[in-house]
């Protein structure tokens, strides 16, 4: 059986790392969960260590299994990135889009369509979430104020040795 969180973390090795606009490098984080287990998370790697931008596969999707493939459809990824509250959606989107969010989709595109071991649809649905937060909850302390993309989309990773991939 192939595990899809396997192959895509597998595939997501090869993502280059994001700089910020001081020039500081970043590597991401890449986890899979449903909203409980994203709370859970953060909350547990609540260290001063950055675990931005984060790659999150949302819980649930439907996976179907043949020989030596998988397929999902409406499989969604949230991207990520940890933000500044008074800031506007235009300056949101010059700093934390532009420079942080889209090019990790660019490059997460990138590395789908030269992995060996994936095939996945050129069809991409996004939704913009900027000044994100879940503070509707009273039993979580902790309220984490995002930026993200959500990028949903289809497609079939296959059992193939995963060769390297070349930015």
Same mark, same amino acid.
């Given at each position: 059986?192939?595990?899809?969180?396997?192959?895509?973390?597998e #595939?997501?090795?090869? !993502?280059?790392?994001i700089?910020? $606009?001081?020039?500081?490098?970043?590597k991401?984080?890449?986890?899979?969960? +449903?909203?409980k287990?994203?709370?859970?998370?953060?909350?547990?790697? =609540?260290?001063?260590?950055?675990?931005y931008?984060? #790659?999150? !596969?949302?819980?649930?999707?439907?996976?179907?299994?043949?020989?030596s493939?998988?397929?999902?459809?409406n499989?969604?990824?949230?991207?990520?990135?940890?933000?500044?509250?008074?800031?506007? =959606?235009?300056?949101?989107?010059?700093?934390?889009?532009?420079k942080?969010? #889209?090019?990790l989709?660019?490059?997460?595109k990138?590395?789908?369509?030269? $992995?060996?071991?994936?095939? #996945?649809? +050129?069809?991409?649905?996004?939704v913009?979430?900027?000044?994100y937060?879940?503070?509707?909850?009273e039993?979580?302390? $902790?309220?984490?104020v995002?930026d993200?993309l959500?990028?949903?989309?289809?497609?079939?990773?296959?059992?193939?040795?995963?060769q390297?991939i070349?930015?």
């Amino acid at each position: 059986m192939i595990i899809v969180e396997n192959r895509f973390s597998e #595939i997501f090795e090869y !993502l280059p790392m994001i700089a910020n $606009a001081k020039g500081d490098l970043f590597k991401h984080t890449f986890m899979y969960g +449903d909203q409980k287990q994203l709370l859970d998370f953060l909350k547990q790697n =609540n260290t001063g260590l950055s675990n931005y931008p984060l #790659i999150w !596969l949302v819980y649930p999707y439907t996976e179907k299994h043949t020989r030596s493939n998988v397929s999902f459809s409406n499989l969604s990824l949230v991207l990520a990135v940890e933000t500044n509250t008074a800031m506007l =959606n235009e300056q949101r989107m010059k700093e934390t889009y532009a420079k942080v969010l #889209i090019p990790l989709f660019n490059n997460i595109k990138k590395c789908f369509n030269k $992995a060996n071991v994936a095939n #996945i649809n +050129d069809e991409y649905e996004i939704v913009k979430f900027p000044n994100y937060s879940d503070n509707g909850d009273e039993e979580n302390a $902790a309220t984490y104020v995002w930026d993200a993309l959500k990028i949903t989309f289809n497609g079939t990773l296959n059992s193939n040795c995963l060769q390297p991939i070349i930015f």
